[in-house]
């Protein structure tokens, strides 16, 4: 027993030798030494995320439910061994459908983290995002399966494991996103397939669309439906876009209104706010809703997202 | 964007006012602005104002050129170039350094060509395309 606390003693009494070796080292900057015998003396991170860093950031991958379906088992083994070869793999959460991202988040911002990959497809993309976009964080997305992936195309980040080289090289790109109804953010695209409405724009002019029904869309990241091909996205120029076209009558309307009610009409705008004469069917990132009145500002800061090469902005 | 846009507007449109669509307040824009709906207030870009055949203008304009095929009640205050096509119909004063009219079309208002402008850059581009138009300035 004596001999224990003697053993004790000793080891604590080397711990504080080293303690005021160490406090030595700071004052003259020999850092890579405290590293070295703080490891010694076991004065590791306490945390328990026990993260794998690439530089100084620490990464969290959110997995989307889908994930945990056999099917993407290898597909999943094959990205994490790739995050591996390439030294960013981290801390790694499952998020079920009723998991709040931005709470998840904001607990692991204080452990550190500063990456976080959403791992899944648009629709997780879209449910994090549009929660989670204001936190001062880099987001990265790795897609996996052949479904549901159109961000990823427009972001330049090929499917499942291949993914990992674009997070791994971290080009980052600033993007532009709003509030939708001073609530949630809105990232992607809006929708509107037909409503007689009242628009304002930026508080300085009002346009009238109450004479016909229009198919709306709001494009940031994806383009309107109607107009996808040959469409140039502007997710970074500070403003955001919105397309107006009559929408598509019977046959005997569309001979009626020729080739001229076709025409789209295009504005840009910082807000906006959008008066529908009855409530109309929203898509907004995906979310549907009844709307009758929709207001959207772009906000100041922009989301840091980690973007491929073959970006289509 | 459609390609007769892009043709149209130098490849770098912006904002449409589409023919079925009636605008109101101040109208103001970095790019192109195309008009073939309607358009009530002020009208104010550093680029091109196409205003389209059947579009109705009732707003001063301020813009570095435009090319009119529908009808404009308002000044007008262009950097470079006014053209005024067939179809035209302008009810307003005109500050412009060079002005290109079509034969029939209509322009009831005073005009100003900014010599004082011209002679510091592109003096001499005043009497291009004129060769086949007529002025009315009434």
């Known amino acids: 027993m004596t001999k224990a606390l003697l053993r004790s003693s000793k080891a604590h009494l080397d711990s504080e030798k080293v303690k005021k070796e160490l406090q030595f080292l700071i004052r003259s900057g020999g850092v890579k030494t405290i590293t070295s015998k703080s490891k010694r003396i076991g004065l590791e991170s306490s945390s328990a995320y026990s993260l794998e860093r690439k530089g100084t950031d620490g990464y969290l991958y959110l997995y989307d439910s889908y994930l945990q379906d056999p099917e993407y088992k290898n597909i999943i083994a094959n990205i994490e061994k790739r995050l591996r070869d390439f030294e960013i793999f981290g801390k790694t959460i499952k998020l079920s459908s009723f998991t709040n991202p931005k709470v998840l988040i904001e607990d692991d911002m204080r452990h550190g983290i500063k990456t976080v990959i959403i791992v ?34 427009v972001l330049g980040v090929p499917l499942n494991e291949k993914a990992c080289e674009v997070i791994s090289a971290r080009k980052i790109e600033k993007l532009d996103y709003a509030t939708i109804n001073e609530k949630n953010f809105f990232i992607c695209y809006l929708y509107i397939p037909a409503a007689r409405l009242k628009v304002q724009c930026d508080e300085s002019f009002t346009a009238d669309l109450r004479q016909d029904k229009f198919e709306i869309a709001i494009a940031n990241l994806l383009p309107p439906p109607f107009e996808s091909q040959r469409f140039q996205l502007h997710p970074q120029d500070g403003q955001m876009e919105i ?19 076709k025409q789209i009409s295009t504005f840009y705008f910082k807000k906006i706010l959008l008066k529908m004469e009855k409530p109309a069917l929203v898509i907004a990132d995906g979310r549907e809703s009844k ?3 929709i207001t959207i500002e772009i906000n100041k800061k922009k989301l840091a997202m980690i973007v491929g090469k073959e970006r289509q902005f | ?9 130098g490849g770098d449109v912006e904002t449409i006012v589409g023919p079925s669509v009636k605008v109101e307040g101040e109208f103001v824009s970095e790019g192109n602005i195309i008009i073939e709906g309607q358009v009530t207030g002020k009208i104010k870009t550093s680029k091109q104002l196409r205003v389209e055949e059947g579009a109705k203008v009732n707003a001063d304009v301020a813009a570095d050129s435009a090319v009119v095929s529908g009808e404009i009640r308002g000044n007008m205050r262009l950097t470079t170039t006014l053209e005024l096509t067939p179809t035209a119909k302008v009810y307003g004063d005109v500050t412009t350094k060079t002005l290109i009219v079509s034969a029939g079309a209509v322009l009831q208002g005073h005009t100003i060509m900014d010599e004082s402008e011209k002679s510091k850059g592109k003096s001499g581009k005043k009497s291009e395309g004129y060769d086949e138009s007529s002025v009315a300035v009434i």
């Open chain 1, 120 to 153: 899944g497809n648009d629709d997780s993309f879209i449910r994090i995002l549009s929660r989670a976009a204001d936190l001062n964080v880099t987001f990265g997305f790795i897609p996996v399966g052949q479904k549901k992936n159109h961000f990823a195309e």
């Open chain 1, 243 to 261: 397309y107006f076209r009559p929408a598509a009558g019977g046959m005997l309307a569309n001979l009626m209104g020729g080739k001229k009610k």
């Open chain 2, 1 to 9: 964007m459609s390609d007769k846009y892009a043709g149209q507007a």
């Open chain 1, 291 to 293: 709307e009758a009145m």
